[in-house]
């Protein structure tokens, strides 16, 4: 849909194409047929181009097909693949965020932000195939930092400590999004869970891996741990909930002392 507001251009200038497709402000050619093609079905149709077959399989010819229209159509209203990237990242990020009044503590809502990122790229496995290529600059990404920023609005740090929480907890978002949407794909393709973890491997490892040549990995491998072995034994849980709360204990240790440290 057409952004009606008024937009200084000048400060828009170099802003990508595909941006400015995501937030409504670029005019769209009145050509082709109308109201059989838009945005959305062209995204729309890329997106279940690239759950099927990955990112590889799409292209603005596939995508057209799909829909039954020329490519030259397509770009009538996306200018290039890159820009349909972009919009194919921001469509999958508009997920549900919490109202505020349904939020409890910041850890909480912390938890919530990164489950909801790692689910994207495992409901989007190519999600995590696409560069990172700048800071969020399309509103969907950006709701979800808002979400996060939102979390954070009581603590007593400058603009930039909340940046950098912001920064760790999607980046841990990503490398464990990322690890488990390989773990998907490996199980997808025949493989299996022991593989992915190691405990196919674990015999072999234990004769292969020596005290005298790896030291501290030795023990670790002898008691099963490095594989996985013995999970019952396991009083930690799921690796990626530990990792983060140990993120979270981090946050709370770093504002405890920001505290200490405030004038009376």
Known sequence: MQNNEHFDQEGLKGFPNGAKLSWGIVQQSKRGPKGELSIK?????????????????????????????????????????????????????????????????????MREYVKVCIAVFCNHPWFGDIPISSVPITPNNLQLVDWVLRSMRDFPLNDYEKMSILLLLSSYSRSSGIIQRDMQRMIQTEGTPDVFSGLSYSKALKQLVKAERFPSLHPIIMSGAYTGENESENTVGDDFDFGLERILDGIEHYLERKQTQQPD
Do not use: H, N
Request: proline share 4%; net charge negative; with cysteine.
């Open 41 to 109: 079905k062209i995204v729309d149709a890329a997106i279940a181009i690239a759950d099927r077959d990955g990112l590889s399989g799409v292209s603005m010819s596939r995508v057209a097909a799909s829909l039954g229209f020329t490519t030259m159509s397509l770009y009538r209203y996306i200018a290039s693949k890159d820009d349909l990237l972009l919009l194919m990242q921001d469509a999958v990020c508009d997920v549900p965020i919490p109202p505020q009044e349904a939020e409890t503590d910041w850890r909480a809502s």
